[in-house]
């Protein structure tokens, strides 16, 4: 498995941006597909974005597109997640999460396509 820490979430006001990075153990990690979801208060954990291991292959939720976009520094074994005009509804803690192949299924991988989990990063936006 990889070990995977997140980073970048913080406090910012509607209509701002934020920048997320998750930065993974693993030498092997440019053959992995890659997502990130999420997990509001009360909610269950939603999918959010996922890439492909060279990056040719992005899908997000409705809920984010146009506004998120997921990319990956395979040199620096590194994915982010760069969120704008982002909502009070975006209010939730981020999870990176690492696949078990180097492409997922689907333009909603369910979380059970991802083997190995980030411990979370919380992003609060303020109306």
């Known amino acids: 498995q990889v070990q995977l820490v997140e980073s970048g979430g913080g406090l910012v006001q509607a209509g701002g941006s934020l920048r997320l990075s998750c930065a993974a153990s693993?030498?092997?990690?440019?053959?992995?597909?890659m997502g990130w979801f999420r997990q509001a208060p009360g909610k269950e954990r939603e999918f959010v974005a996922a890439?492909?291991?060279?990056?040719?292959?992005?899908d997000y939720a409705d809920s984010v597109n146009v506004r998120f976009t997921i990319s990956r520094d395979n040199a620096k074994n590194t994915v982010y997640l760069q969120m704008n005009s982002l909502k009070p509804e975006d209010t939730a803690v981020y999870y990176c999460?690492?696949?078990?192949?180097?492409?997922?299924?689907?333009?909603?991988?369910?979380?059970?396509?991802?083997?190995?989990w980030g411990q979370g990063t919380q992003v609060t936006v303020s109306s």
């Open positions: 999460a690492a696949g078990r192949t180097t492409h997922y299924s689907g333009s909603y991988p369910s979380a059970a396509q991802f083997a190995s």
């Open positions: 693993r030498r092997t990690f440019s053959g992995y597909a």
């Open positions: 890439i492909s291991w060279s990056g040719a292959s992005t």
